[in-house]
């Protein structure tokens, strides 16, 4: 699969599972996916672009990040040397426990990961079609009252006061400036049903 003149195969190999293994190691307190991706983006995720990153290179790097992690934790546990502790909010190198090895059920997240075709399988109107799911049951239950809530404002008010609300969130949650993408995505998409539902 290419992105942008990215060959997805020559990312996914033994010199980018090391550059993966180099940032956990250099952030032994662990760090968060998107803290990742910037520090292989010049290297490795460069069809990202300048932010906002576009949702589906931004799911192309997400799903080759998590390839790479779910390798380095089957060869650390399979090695006994440690557990890669893959969280939403925190990834990061905890000590080897026999218990981390025993396999009790199936990881549905490991195998989709770990399987190449589900993100050749992806296209970007699927990423589409998944983020404009996210809104359709908050339209369907009052999505205005939940749009609001998600800018911290309630009925009565206006379109003025909805973007400066807009302008002071989006800086203040701009992956550039310390951010979250997933938070600065569910503000622009509360903003466009608000503004465009009138």
């Given at each position: ?92 190198w905890l ?40 809104w359709s ?62």
């Amino acid at each position: 699969m290419k992105y942008k003149g990215i060959d997805n195969c020559t990312i996914i190999g033994d010199a980018f599972f090391e550059a993966v293994s180099s940032v956990l190691d250099q952030n032994p307190d662990g760090l968060s996916e998107h803290e990742m991706l910037r520090l292989l983006q010049r290297d490795w995720f460069a069809f990202l672009g300048d932010s906002p990153w576009q949702p589906h290179a931004l799911f192309c790097a997400h799903f080759l990040l998590f390839h790479a992690l779910y390798r380095l934790r089957d060869a650390a546990r399979e090695a006994r040397r440690a557990h890669l502790d893959i969280g939403p909010l925190c990834i990061r190198w905890l000590p080897y426990r026999a218990a981390d090895s025993a396999v009790a059920t199936v990881d549905a997240l490991r195998e989709y990961y770990l399987d190449l075709a589900n993100l050749e399988a992806t296209s970007a109107q699927d990423v589409d079609a998944l983020l404009a799911s996210f809104w359709s049951p908050l339209q369907r239950n009052d999505g205005r009252a939940a749009a609001l809530q998600e800018l911290g404002l309630t009925d009565p008010v206006d379109d003025a006061l909805i973007k400066r609300t807009y302008r002071q969130l989006a800086m203040q949650h701009h992956p550039d400036r310390g951010g979250d993408t997933q938070r600065l995505q569910a503000i622009n998409a509360a903003v466009n049903l608000l503004l465009n539902s009138a």
